[in-house]
């Protein structure tokens, strides 16, 4: 029935209260009400946010890449390397779409030396500078590039090359085919414990590498895990992410209310332990087929994350119920993971006995379960059909009047990006 329906696609008028945005305080980051994904678009069981004057594609044929400033400031640091802009791409299929713009699949023309990508196929997400500034996320935009450009990770998309126009911002990142997590897990309905058990080390292994630099990812979900053409998980979109330090607390609201971890939403303050409840969330719903706590009322869905005891099922496994336990502890000093050494605590739990991590690291430990129907590297079957089958109807954008708020964007990874960790 999922299946079925997800060829079927509609776009319904977005209601008030499904908004993505934490409007008692709009300077600070998103809360997903709605369960959405700000990469590639919402999730199919919930309507995009809405755009302004409905110009809710934009218009690419914008030459200059980078303002006057930058351009001077980056010509004296980089005098001989070229600078990226909208033009150098061609624009193939819409992907998605999130709360500051589009995603789309391009083609980098003339080819791509600073790729392991044959024919330069992207991902190229498109962000409004004047939502941006409006909704007060100019900071957060800012930490997603920042971030990007400091994370090299096996099962993480990497960042290629950013950019800007005066009215819009580019991350250009791997375009990763076989669909999102969320795609599968609704097509199959529930993993079995063994194929979650490699989908889980990596993500395990993926957020371990970020807490190593201080990186807190505070969105994961399913809607924000892309799985590859040969079935590893890839974590995406870090527009809620923040540098913290060990012993520092971040007390902004941010995340998507299913999978955010209790002190988030008592507001007492959180740091990477709070990633290590995502994780938990995520794993019980690939093997139960829904998140530990549900409700249709926002406000209950949050005194049931906060209140109430965690309901496992009799089929799980006692290492399976285990690893869940140490994981969804409301507590997040009793939590599993928490610590300077968590992450060797998870990744040493018995559910994961059978994972050689250097294996796995390595990308040698194969999936059981790979994407059906993806044939090469501009195949969008696995992507939702209310995106890939949007027209490709450029719409200006208008561009900011105040300030430089986007000095320094423009970045181009290292050549060769996988020569070395």
């Known amino acids: 029935m999922a299946s079925s329906n997800?060829?079927?696609?509609?776009?319904?008028?977005?209601?008030?209260?499904?908004?993505?945005?934490?409007?008692?305080?709009?300077?600070?980051?998103?809360?997903?009400?709605?369960?959405?994904?700000?990469?590639?678009?919402?999730?199919?069981?919930?309507?995009?946010?809405?755009?302004?004057?409905?110009?809710?594609?934009?218009?690419?044929?914008?030459?200059?890449?980078?303002?006057?400033?930058?351009?001077?400031?980056?010509?004296?640091?980089?005098?001989?390397?070229?600078?990226?802009?909208?033009?150098?791409f061609q624009i193939l299929r819409v992907v998605g779409q999130g709360a500051f713009g589009k995603v789309f699949m391009v083609r980098k023309k003339g080819g791509d030396s600073n790729s392991n990508s044959s024919n330069g196929i992207f991902a190229m997400k498109v962000m409004r500078k004047d939502n941006i500034i409006k909704k007060n996320h100019v900071d957060y935009m800012k930490a997603e590039r920042d971030i990007l450009t400091k994370v090299l990770h096996p099962f993480i998309v990497p960042l290629r090359y950013s950019?800007?126009?005066?009215?819009?911002?580019?991350?250009?990142?791997?375009?990763?085919?076989?669909?999102?997590?969320?795609?599968?897990?609704?097509?199959?309905?529930?993993?079995?414990?063994?194929?979650?058990?490699?989908?889980?080390?990596?993500?395990?292994?993926?957020?371990?590498?970020?807490?190593?630099?201080?990186?807190?990812?505070?969105?994961?979900?399913?809607?924000?895990?892309?799985?590859?053409?040969?079935?590893?998980?890839?974590?995406?979109?870090f527009g809620m992410s923040k540098e913290i330090e060990e012993s520092q607390r971040s007390n902004s609201m941010c995340g998507t209310t299913e999978y955010m971890a209790p002190e988030i939403l008592l507001g007492k303050g959180h740091n990477k332990d709070a990633d290590w409840w995502s994780v938990g969330a995520l794993l019980y719903e690939m093997i139960t087929g829904k998140a530990p706590f549900t409700h249709t009322n926002r406000k209950k869905l949050q005194e049931k994350i906060i209140k109430e005891k965690v309901k496992f099922p009799p089929y799980l496994t006692s290492d399976a119920h285990s690893l869940l336990k140490g994981l969804l502890q409301k507590d997040p000093s009793t939590r599993l993971g928490s610590g300077p050494n968590g992450d060797e605590q998870i990744k040493n739990h018995k559910?994961?006995?059978?994972?050689?991590?250097?294996?796995?690291?390595?990308?040698?430990?194969?999936?059981?379960?790979?994407?059906?129907?993806?044939?090469?590297?501009?195949?969008?079957?696995?992507?939702?059909?209310?995106?890939?089958?949007?027209?490709?109807e450029d719409s200006p954008a208008s561009t900011p009047t105040a300030g430089d708020h986007f000095q320094g964007y423009t970045y181009v990874a290292p050549n060769p990006w996988l020569s070395s960790r």
Not at 51 to 79: A, G, K, Y
Not at 171 to 194: A, K, P, V, Y
Not at 362 to 380: I, L, M, S, Y
């Open 6 to 88: 997800l060829t079927n696609l509609t776009i319904p008028p977005i209601s008030s209260s499904s908004r993505p945005f934490n409007d008692s305080n709009p300077t600070s980051p998103q809360v997903i009400h709605s369960r959405s994904h700000s990469f590639v678009g919402p999730s199919p069981r919930f309507p995009p946010p809405p755009s302004d004057n409905n110009n809710s594609l934009f218009f690419l044929d914008e030459l200059t890449s980078n303002s006057d400033e930058e351009e001077e400031n980056e010509e004296i640091q980089q005098p001989l390397q070229h600078k990226f802009g909208p033009a150098d």
């Open 351 to 392: 559910w994961f006995k059978s994972i050689n991590w250097t294996k796995l690291e390595a990308r040698e430990v194969q999936p059981k379960f790979k994407p059906a129907d993806v044939a090469g590297k501009e195949c969008t079957a696995n992507f939702d059909r209310c995106w890939t089958t949007m027209p490709l």
């Open 163 to 237: 950019f800007q126009t005066k009215s819009k911002l580019y991350l250009i990142l791997d375009f990763i085919n076989g669909g999102h997590l969320f795609f599968h897990l609704c097509r199959q309905g529930i993993f079995s414990e063994d194929e979650a058990r490699i989908y889980t080390a990596e993500i395990v292994s993926a957020v371990s590498h970020l807490h190593s630099k201080g990186i807190v990812h505070r969105d994961l979900k399913p809607e924000n895990i892309l799985m590859d053409s040969h079935g590893h998980v890839m974590l995406t979109d």
